[in-house]
């Protein structure tokens, strides 16, 4: 388990690409940040590699930094390209393939009961 970050204190990752090298058949993963709010955890997939179907009861949001990845969410493949941005809903079941060696981030965010309420609910 990576160390907690303080929610009251900033900071900055620098060089984390290079740090995190696309390693030969394996996936690996750095966690930048972790607090009550969020989690940022950078991976790095070989080509081939992939994670098997699952959820979070958090909220996701998946950013492809480089590579080229399929990204399963429910019943909808995704292609997806660097640049590239995908939200998954708490609870959304999701998988991926890596086609190519890849590196993405992943940013989870605690959804707390209000603010998942649609708008204008109360």
Same mark, same amino acid.
Request: charge should be negative; charged fraction near 20%.
């Given at each position: ?8 204190? %900033? ?12 390693? %030969?058949? %394996? ?5 930048? @940040? ?22 979070? #009861? ?23 390209? #660097? ?6 809903? #708490? ?5 991926? @393939? ?19 309420? #649609?708008?204008?609910?109360?």
């Amino acid at each position: 388990m990576a160390r907690p970050t303080e929610l009251s204190t %900033s900071l900055a990752f620098t060089g984390l690409l290079e740090s995190l090298p696309v390693t %030969s058949s %394996s996936t690996t993963s750095r966690v930048v @940040v972790n607090n009550p709010a969020l989690r940022v955890v950078v991976f790095a997939f070989d080509e081939g590699e992939l994670l098997t179907e699952h959820s979070s #009861p958090r909220a996701v949001v998946v950013h492809l930094l480089d590579g080229a990845i399929r990204f399963t969410v429910g019943d909808d493949e995704h292609t997806m390209a #660097p640049g590239d941005v995908l939200y998954l809903a #708490p609870g959304e079941r999701h998988a991926l @393939v890596a086609d190519a060696p890849s590196r993405l981030s992943l940013v989870m965010v605690d959804v707390d009961e209000t603010a998942a309420a #649609p708008a204008g609910a109360d």
